[in-house]
């Protein structure tokens, strides 16, 4: 592995246990792009459980879109812009592992096997890393980035599930 992949899995990895930060994400939107572009698939994979094919291979940009675009007005709202690129990649990054380890979890899970326990422990993991980020991003106490994480949450469930009619 070269040096470069190298230390990009260990940064992943130490944002996965809340060691790092955005800040410690370097500013780079050819990074941001390539963290994207494997985002929003494993993003259609995943809603190709949900709903049929053409529709999930609109949903896995769009949820990136609607992450980007969350991001960047909260960033925007706390007045803190520059950190944009570095913050949305540290999103994307861990989503991208959090996205890959669901797949095989949702494709196996049935009511029998209990992996809904274990998808249920990768969420909360999940929203624990995102809480870390973008407290770290908005500068704000944990109270406050966990309530910009619920809304985060919430804007996507109904916004997504009333867009490809999930909810109705």
């Known amino acids: 592995m070269s040096p470069h992949w190298r230390a990009l899995a260990t940064l992943v990895g130490d944002l ?3 060691r790092r930060g ?3 994400v370097p500013h ?3 990074l941001l ?3 994207l572009i494997p985002y929003a698939l494993l993003g259609c994979a995943l809603a190709a459980f949900a709903m049929p094919a053409s529709q999930a291979l609109l949903y896995g940009p769009t949820e ?3 992450m980007a675009l969350l991001v960047y007005v909260s960033l925007a709202i706390r007045r803190r812009p520059a950190r944009y690129v570095q913050t949305l ?3 994307t990054l861990v989503g991208v592992v959090f996205n890959a380890l669901s797949l095989p979890l949702t494709a196996l899970a049935r009511p029998e096997n209990g992996l809904g326990l274990l998808i249920l422990a990768l969420l909360a993991w999940s929203f624990a890393v ?3 980020i973008l ?3 908005l500068d704000v106490p944990l109270p406050g980035s966990v309530l910009v994480n619920l809304v985060f949450f919430f804007v996507a469930y109904f916004g997504l599930g009333y867009l490809f009619g999930l909810l109705t």
């Open 22 to 24: 955005p800040q410690d």
């Open 16 to 18: 996965l246990r809340l």
């Open 135 to 137: 407290r770290l991003a």
């Open 64 to 66: 990136a879109a609607l």
């Open 130 to 132: 995102s809480v870390h």
């Open 33 to 35: 792009l390539l963290a």
């Open 89 to 91: 990649t540290a999103l």
């Open 28 to 30: 780079s939107p050819t």
